[in-house]
């Protein structure tokens, strides 16, 4: 009897996961339903290996590099868990949502059936979702797009420090674990250790509030993942990303600031926000700890929302590059990096008290 009641709780368990159905065929020929569908943050995400098939296309994940290559009768692309990019040769096509695994298979999110494949095949696929997602009540709508679509800089009262508290979000967690690297690193993990020893540095020199959107290895909603933006010291949001490539030779730091600063009263002027500023000290600061950067980029990313909230997401390196990955796994090399981003918060702020005086 146990048994047969763990079974059908496992079952159970099993059908509340997998939550829609879609159909997907090439102009032509017959449809195809797949019934493993998950969805995550209101994304459906299919197993790659299932959408292949029906679509006359072939698939093949290299567990050595961690990376999935997709190939058509005259081309072929890669994917990665973690990227946000196709690629098609030299051409780099964007994700909105990056490939996943969840409950053990590589994932891709339905926008990737829809734009990316087509692509690749160079004629249109024709995708249905049978059991679209209910849309979330009003109240939970507004009370996500303030948090993740609208971060505005809460207004400092006379006499406050130049930075009264910092949340840090670092990436992904629980089943997420974004991007891989050759032995198995994880992006998750490296995201968490170096959140862990920023906050430290953050409590015990400064002395100001710090407020992770994780300190473990759970799974987030969107709305967790910005609950630390909703405390109302929270002056700067640093975000902490990994990536991976598909070859070994890209590395560093990239620091990613949303494209354009909004306030209440409108957008200020391209580049001139507090965002840019911030990432230029961290920039700064993580060259002079001999850390390498990339480069700082200016990109209409969901994650770094709107608004005029200094925030900054910080692609620690890339976990397919073995100088990156040595560093991101290296206790001292975390130590290293996450002492380098708070110096650069350190000097941005008293950047700012000098303006302030």
């Known amino acids: 009897m146990l048994r047969s009641l763990l079974l059908l709780l496992v079952l159970l368990g099993l059908a509340a996961a997998a939550q829609a159905r879609v159909e997907l065929f090439l102009p032509g020929n017959p449809s195809v339903t797949i019934d493993e569908v998950y969805l995550r943050d209101g994304v459906a995400y299919l197993a790659i290996d299932d959408v292949l098939a029906p679509l006359g296309l072939r698939g093949q994940w290299d567990s050595v590099e961690h990376i999935y290559n997709i190939k058509s009768a005259t081309r072929s692309g890669l994917i990665s868990p973690g990227s946000h990019y196709l690629r098609l040769g030299e051409r780099f096509l964007p994700l909105s949502h990056p490939p996943r695994f969840i409950d053990g298979r590589l994932r891709v999110a339905e926008d990737f059936v829809?734009?990316?494949?087509?692509?690749?095949?160079?004629?249109?696929?024709?995708?249905?979702?049978?059991?679209?997602?209910?849309?979330?009540?009003?109240?939970?709508?507004?009370?996500?797009?303030?948090?993740?679509?609208?971060?505005?800089?809460?207004?400092?009262?006379?006499?406050?420090?130049?930075?009264?508290?910092?949340?840090?979000?670092?990436?992904?967690?629980?089943?997420?674990?974004?991007?891989?690297?050759?032995?198995?690193?994880?992006?998750?993990?490296?995201?968490l250790e170096v959140a862990r020893r920023l906050e430290k540095q953050l409590k015990m020199r400064l002395g100001i509030p710090t407020y992770l959107s994780r300190d473990g290895d759970y799974l987030l909603t969107p709305t967790q993942r910005l609950e630390p933006v909703a405390h109302p010291d929270t002056d700067v949001l640093i975000q902490l990303h990994a990536q991976s490539s598909f070859g070994p030779a890209a590395h560093g730091v990239t620091l990613i600031v949303r494209p354009q600063e909004e306030t209440a009263q409108g957008a200020l002027p391209h580049g001139e926000g507090e965002s840019i500023r911030l990432a230029r000290f961290l920039a700064a600061a993580l060259r002079n700890s001999g850390v390498d950067v990339a480069g700082i980029i200016q990109a209409p990313l969901l994650p770094l929302g709107r608004g005029n909230l200094p925030t900054v997401l910080v692609e620690l390196g890339y976990l397919t590059n073995t100088a990156d990955r040595t560093l991101l796994r290296d206790p001292a090399g975390q130590e290293k990096v996450a002492g380098a981003l708070f110096a650069g918060l350190k000097n941005y702020i008293d950047a700012q008290q000098e303006v302030d005086r």
């Open 114 to 191: 829809t734009k990316q494949l087509p692509v690749l095949l160079g004629e249109p696929v024709y995708y249905r979702n049978l059991d679209p997602p209910e849309q979330p009540a009003a109240e939970e709508l507004t009370t996500i797009d303030r948090l993740f679509a609208f971060l505005l800089r809460k207004e400092q009262p006379v006499g406050e420090p130049a930075l009264r508290g910092v949340a840090i979000d670092p990436g992904h967690g629980g089943e997420d674990v974004g991007a891989i690297g050759p032995g198995g690193s994880k992006e998750k993990a490296v995201t």
